[in-house]
């Protein structure tokens, strides 16, 4: 590969340059930041800055986002310290969804077969009631499914079946979540 060669080709950050400025310089230190604490200023300096955000949303010091305007938050959604949402791509992440310590999503990749070593950026969607445990990684293009979890420091390239704990590099299934099912239908049925 030749990186003196190497474009992002037709790919653009989704932003005007003014507005990635003001994120890179004001928004994204003020929401990584661990002496503003409070989560309800960080979801709003968020929602400023092009992403939507559900209600109930817990977001920890420490959480870096590439590009807000690519993001979208569901309801009652807790994120992590440390947690890096690298979204060249666009993140979803529904209702109820943990996202502990340290966690890592990324949106992009490159084409190691191409000789300018071309960057190939896909969303990652993670559905209602799943839980990604600690230091985990997530790759570009993935669908995690509802009520899925991906162990601690687990990684995985590929989608996630709903309802399976998935654990290791590369992340395999581990056992069906049987008793998340029942919580859940239990819950729906109060609702």
């Not at 968020?46 to 807000?68: D, E, Q, T, W, Y």
């Amino acid at each position: 590969m030749r990186l003196d060669n190497y474009t992002v080709g037709s790919y653009t950050p989704g932003a005007t340059y003014s507005q990635q400025l003001l994120w890179y310089f004001i928004g994204s230190p003020l929401v990584e930041s661990y002496w503003l604490p409070i989560s309800s200023i960080k979801v709003s300096i968020l929602r400023l800055f092009g992403a939507s955000i559900g209600k109930g949303v817990n977001i920890k010091p420490g959480v870096r986002i590439k590009f807000p305007w690519r993001l979208t938050i569901g309801n009652h959604v807790w994120i992590g310290e440390n947690t890096w949402i690298d979204n060249l791509a666009t993140v979803v992440i529904e209702n109820h969804v943990c996202l502990s310590q340290g966690v890592y999503l990324c949106t992009g990749n490159h084409d190691w077969n191409h000789p300018n070593f071309q960057l190939i950026p896909a969303p990652i969607h993670i559905q209602e009631s799943s839980w990604i445990a600690a230091k985990s990684v997530i790759g570009p293009g993935v669908t995690i499914g509802r009520g899925a979890v991906l162990a601690l420091g687990s990684v995985t390239g590929r989608s996630l079946e709903a309802n399976i704990i998935y654990s290791g590099n590369p992340a395999q299934p581990i056992k069906k979540r049987t008793e998340w099912e029942d919580v859940v239908s239990r819950t729906a049925k109060n609702e």
